[in-house]
């Protein structure tokens, strides 16, 4: 099927799987805004794909799950898979959803006891020219509560007046936090300055069954760099994974 049909039959079913996202809190756990602190939380997850660069259909997906809010690794699951669905921008969850769901499968049958209470996507959510990227995407299919996480802002039509060298300058000068806001007045999501004095921020965004605000606090609790350390544990490992693959093959 040629990319432009492709295209057109996973815009269609963004469109249909989009009225299911729920943008609310629907958690097992709480946040006290009093004693900013989370109750019930115990169990976070992260997930992350690499491609060597020598075969980019070779993929290695990581999930990580980590104790909160101690942040200490309990367990990880990674695989190896072939991707055989092409690449097209927007719609990078139809590539890679598949090799998610395999890992939680097998999380699933190794660990049941460790299925996170809500996973981080390395990726955006309602931070999408549809609002449905990849965390929504996964959310959906998994039915749990997913939060967005993007190193880079995605640009589209509807945000093209916002600039990532822009709000550098804006956390520069001692912002936490920027509202994406399109010109529709569609808010997408928010950049999140890091822990420390960095000023390069992420890309927060509602996956599924979780409110922007808590996500962004979710983020913050999870994060001792830039990157949360859920999606931060899984990319080491899949990059190695992606490295030593590349090291052996010319």
């Not at 989009?18 to 629907?26: C, M, N, R, S």
């Not at 395999?102 to 999380?107: H, I, K, P, R, V």
Request: net charge negative.
């Amino acid at each position: 099927m040629a990319d432009t049909d492709l295209a057109h039959e996973w815009t269609q079913l963004q469109s249909q799987l989009l009225t299911q996202v729920i943008e609310h809190d629907d958690l097992s756990f709480s946040y006290d805004p009093h004693t900013n602190e989370f109750s019930g939380l115990h169990i976070v997850g992260g997930v992350d794909i690499s491609y060597p660069r020598t075969n980019p259909d070779h993929a290695i997906v990581a999930l990580s799950i980590l104790s909160f809010p101690s942040l200490s690794l309990l367990h990880q699951t990674t695989f190896q898979v072939c991707i055989d669905v092409p690449y097209i921008a927007g719609f990078l969850a139809f590539r890679e959803i598949h090799a998610y769901k395999q890992a939680f499968a097998s999380l699933q049958a190794e660990r049941p006891d460790l299925m996170p209470q809500i996973l981080l996507v390395d990726g955006n959510g309602t931070l999408h020219p549809r609002r449905f990227g990849s965390a929504c995407h996964l959310g959906i299919e998994l039915n749990i509560p997913t939060i967005g996480v993007a190193k880079n802002l995605l640009h589209f039509d509807d945000l093209s007046h916002v600039g990532a060298k822009e709000l550098k300058g804006v956390f520069r000068d001692g912002a936490r936090e920027v509202e994406l806001k399109g010109q529709s007045g569609s808010v997408y999501g928010r950049a999140v300055r890091p822990p420390g004095l960095a000023s390069n921020p992420v890309f927060v965004s509602t996956g599924h069954r979780v409110s922007l605000d808590t996500a962004v606090r979710v983020v913050r609790a999870c994060s001792k760099v830039r990157v949360p350390e859920p999606i931060r544990v899984a990319d080491q490992q899949s990059r190695k994974i992606a490295q030593t693959i590349e090291s052996i093959v010319p």
